[in-house]
């Protein structure tokens, strides 16, 4: 379970983002440059917040007055990036080999070749990112990301460069996962109908302005 409190500012943009995310699927919508991207990056500790915490199964990840701030490989957070991030020189087997912790590589529960396979792409293991396609690529992203086994997911418009075939065929996958996981997804979209059938709750992002001058920007949000 995640639970977070925290503010967070990039230049003239700040936002306030309480979070509270059971095993489900969250949806995070809003228009660009309303803080979407900004939440993952601060949740994986890419990005620090300015105040209050987040904490994942009772773990401390970030807190100001304990004055904790836990670098992203000590979180056990997944993130899909939006172009998915697949090191070019590395085998998806070995792109997928990278996400397990050294101390399991050799255990046959994380068996990346395993792994490939349930997602449906065993039969790719030794060709190279630059010759798959990209609904291929985003398999390969999503099995690397839980190869590390995440206690969280964080999924950046996992579904945004795909055609519209496979992206219903990929909805339908990440449901799955989910459920077979069975830990927290939160996932940011601007697609109303990914929204609509991946998400157990929604929540959407607004953009103001605050400051006299018309530049500052905060973003508030509302649940659904
Ligand atoms: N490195 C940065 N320095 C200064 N401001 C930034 C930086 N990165 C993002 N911002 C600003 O922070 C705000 C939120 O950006 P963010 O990328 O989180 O939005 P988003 O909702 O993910 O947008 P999109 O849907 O276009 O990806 C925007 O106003 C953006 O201009």
């Known amino acids: ?17 309480p979070l509270h995310v059971e095993q489900e699927i969250l949806v995070l919508c809003g228009p660009s440059g309303s803080g979407k991207t900004t939440i993952l990056q601060c949740l994986s500790g890419l990005l620090k917040p300015v105040s209050g915490f987040i904490k ?7 807190s100001d007055k304990e004055k904790i701030n836990l ?4 979180r056990n957070i997944g993130y899909v990036f939006q172009d998915y991030a697949l090191f070019p020189h590395l085998t998806v087997k070995q792109n997928v080999t990278y996400g397990i912790k050294k101390d399991h590589r050799n255990s046959s529960l ?9 997602f449906g792409i065993g039969h790719l ?15 390969v992203a999503l099995a690397r990301a839980l190869a590390t086994q995440p206690e969280l997911l964080l999924l950046d418009e996992p579904l ?16 799955k996962i989910h459920q077979e996981w069975q830990i927290p997804f939160i996932l940011v979209t601007h697609d109303e109908e990914d929204a609509a059938v991946l998400g157990d709750t929604k929540m959407s992002l607004f953009r ?17």
Request: proline share 5%; hydrophobic share 30%; with cysteine.
């Open 1 to 17: 379970m995640l639970d977070a409190h925290f503010t967070a500012q990039r230049g003239q943009f700040n936002i306030e983002m």
């Open 56 to 62: 994942l199964n009772g773990r401390v990840l970030f």
């Open 71 to 74: 670098p992203p490989r000590e």
């Open 110 to 118: 994380l068996d990346p070749l395993k792994l490939l396979h349930s």
């Open 125 to 139: 293991a030794e060709r190279y990112p630059g010759q798959i396609s990209g609904g291929e690529k985003q398999r």
């Open 160 to 175: 945004c460069a795909l055609d519209k075939d496979i992206r219903s065929t990929l909805r339908f996958e990440l449901r």
């Open 208 to 224: 103001k302005r605050t400051a006299a001058s018309g530049t500052a920007q905060q973003s508030t949000c509302s649940h659904s």
